[in-house]
């Protein structure tokens, strides 16, 4: 059965660092950074509140039990969407084209699980979106660099069955 958490009728709060906030169907959530992660009123126009993880984070999603897929609707809000000079001098000392590249990623997604651990590149949106992360997995933790804060309206998932 499909599961789901819609942040946007929630109450605005401020996660305090290793507190443990509980969602539905026992998904729980937590950030281990000092730099602003909770629920914040939606900035896109959208009313209500959504999941916010601002720069420099890592938020840690746990669903309590293996997860087959996960929908995330999300968008990002960041000023940079290109190279900076680190980046580029990075390049430069590698032998790399950064045209060939494309911009670096603003966040990451880990997932983590009875399987393994896998990390992928966030996409950058800049309107709400959905990314369909495949599991299994039991925990995504969502780590962001300082050029990106990543906004989440809504999470649904569908749990492992095995039988």
């Not at 950064?98 to 949106?125: D, F, M, N, Q, R």
């Not at 990314?131 to 569908?158: D, K, M």
Request: proline share 7%.
């Amino acid at each position: 059965m499909q599961q789901h958490q819609y942040f946007a009728r929630l109450q605005p709060r401020n996660f305090i660092p290793h507190a443990i906030w509980q969602g539905n169907y026992g998904l729980s959530i937590s950030s281990s950074c000092t730099s602003y992660a909770g629920l914040a009123t939606a900035v896109n126009g959208n009313p209500g509140t959504e999941l916010v993880i601002g720069q420099n984070n890592d938020l840690k999603i746990d669903f309590g039990k293996e997860v087959d897929s996960l929908m995330m609707e999300f968008y990002v809000v960041s000023d940079r969407l290109e190279f900076d000079e680190d980046d580029l001098i990075e390049c430069e000392y590698l032998g790399l084209d950064p045209e060939l590249l494309g911009p670096p990623p603003l966040y990451w997604l880990t997932l983590s699980g009875l399987a393994g651990t896998e990390i992928v590149p966030g996409h950058y949106a800049s309107s709400p979106t959905r990314q369909l992360l495949l599991g299994p997995f039991r925990t995504l933790t969502i780590s962001t660099t300082q050029a990106g804060t990543v906004h989440i309206p809504a999470l649904s998932w569908q749990p492992a069955v095995r039988h």
